[in-house]
C-alpha cells in the first residue's frame, strides 16, 4: 500500500509537480496498456458468450451464428461495452491504490501522493478517475502553470510529482 503523505511533508521535499508534457507522454503510454487490457477483457468476455451460445446456456433465437445474435442485441453489446470499460478503470485504480503509478506514469517517473491527512480510499481514487474526464482534466495544469495541479487532482486531494531517477527505483518502494 502507498503512505500518506502529509502537504507539510510533500512541502520540505524537493518533489516538483508533473508538467503538462510529462502527464501528457504518460498518459499516451497508459493508453496503450488500457487498450490492450480493454481488447484482452472484449476477448474474454466475447468467448464466454459464443461458448453459451454453442451450448445452449444463451438462446440465439432466429440466429444462425452467435456473431449475429451479439451484434443485434443491444443488451449484450451494452454488458460487453460495462465489463471491458469496468476492467480498464480497474487498471487505473488497482495501479494508483497499490504503487501511486501506473506503468506510463512508472515510465515517466510521476507518482501519485496525498495532499489531505486522511488516507486515499478506493472512493476517493474513483472519484478522481471520474473527475479525469478521460484526460481532459489534466488541461487544467496548462492554465494553472504556477501550480500544475489537473482538475482529479484538486477533486481528489492529490497531486502528481516528479521523482528522480532513484526515487523512482523499485528498490526505494
Request: hydrophobic share 50%; glycine share 6%.
Amino acid at each position: 500500500m502507498f503512505s500518506v503523505v502529509s502537504k507539510s511533508k510533500l512541502q520540505s521535499t524537493s518533489f516538483n509537480r508533473a508538467s503538462f508534457f510529462k502527464r501528457l507522454l504518460a498518459m499516451i503510454y497508459d493508453t496503450l496498456v488500457a487498450t490492450a487490457v480493454a481488447m484482452c477483457a472484449a476477448m474474454v468476455m466475447i468467448v464466454t458468450l459464443v461458448v453459451l451460445f454453442h451450448n445452449g446456456g444463451l438462446d440465439m433465437g432466429e440466429y444462425s451464428q452467435p456473431s449475429e445474435a451479439i451484434q443485434a442485441s443491444w443488451q449484450i453489446k451494452l454488458l460487453i461495452q460495462v465489463w471491458v470499460l469496468a476492467w480498464v478503470m480497474g487498471f487505473f485504480l488497482w495501479f494508483w491504490k497499490r504503487g501511486g503509478q501506473t506503468i506510463g506514469m512508472r515510465a515517466w517517473r510521476l507518482k501519485i501522493y496525498n495532499t489531505k491527512e486522511t488516507p486515499i480510499t478506493w472512493g476517493r481514487l474513483i472519484l478522481r478517475l471520474i473527475a479525469s474526464l478521460g484526460g481532459l482534466g489534466t488541461l487544467l495544469v496548462l492554465i494553472d502553470y504556477k501550480h500544475k495541479q489537473s482538475l482529479q487532482d484538486r477533486v481528489a486531494g492529490t497531486e502528481v510529482l516528479q521523482l528522480s531517477k532513484n526515487q523512482n527505483d523499485h528498490k526505494s518502494w
